[in-house]
């Protein structure tokens, strides 16, 4: 079945630690994304990726990373987790370059930092 | 700054009409995006909007007007599985995505 899938579902995390998120997607689209939901506040985007190759920094892009080896594959990086970045995170995939179109969303991994 | 604004909740009975209202103020658009979102799951792709005007799309509707910077999400003949959050999302003209912080509904039988 097409879509995006994401790894873990969930993970509780100790400050300090290193965590890689994945997302890999099988339409061949062109752009990815990676997106926090918290309460109350609407999506916010951490970095994103036109194509592979090529990343960009999103609205809220401090303390994580990313990288896009090819175009099926966008892992999020936090290189040393702190409590404020305890979110619920979704991994997007669109067809166009940029976000001039529809947006596919992932099931998303609910990170809980201690 | 680029703002986003929707009600935080409403609730509705089922069978009726809702209408869910969103007003945005963003740098240049480039089109309005709803999602849906069913509670602990991933936003699906609802509607797009890039002229004024009123589409349609089965129970539900979305309307446009860029000059009032407005636009709205018409629900009818409510289902219990239409209880979720409502997000709107405006592509700005960096075709970058600001989204609203969603509006949850609620349906009571």
């Known amino acids: 079945i097409a879509g995006i899938t994401q790894a873990p579902t969930s993970q509780i995390l100790a400050a300090g630690r290193r965590m890689t998120l994945r997302c890999t997607q099988d339409m061949r689209h062109n752009a990815m994304y990676w997106y926090r939901q918290d309460l109350g506040l609407g999506l916010r985007l951490i970095h994103y990726?036109?194509?592979?190759?090529?990343?960009g920094k999103g609205e809220v892009p401090d303390g994580y990373s990313v990288s896009r080896a090819n175009t099926d594959d966008f892992p999020l990086t936090l290189a040393s987790a702190v409590p404020s970045q305890t979110s619920v995170y979704f991994c997007a995939s669109s067809d166009g370059i940029g976000q001039t179109d529809t947006q596919y969303f992932g099931p998303g991994t609910r990170l809980t930092v201690l | 700054g680029q703002n986003i604004d929707q009600p935080t909740e409403m609730t509705a009975t089922e069978g009726a009409i809702v209408q869910i209202n969103c007003t945005y103020q963003t740098s240049g658009f480039n089109g309005l995006f709803w999602y849906q979102q069913h509670a602990g799951e991933a936003p699906t792709f609802l509607s797009y909007?890039?002229l004024d005007g009123l589409e349609e799309k089965g129970r539900f509707s979305s309307f446009l007007s860029r000059s009032k910077g407005y636009s709205y999400l018409l629900l009818k003949e409510l289902q219990m599985k239409d209880s979720a959050s409502y997000l709107c999302?405006?592509?700005?003209?960096?075709?970058?995505?600001?989204w609203g912080a969603g509006t949850k509904l609620i349906i009571k039988p």
């Open positions: 999302a405006v592509e700005d003209s960096n075709y970058q995505l600001i």
């Open positions: 990726s036109n194509t592979a190759g090529t990343t």
């Open positions: 909007n890039v």
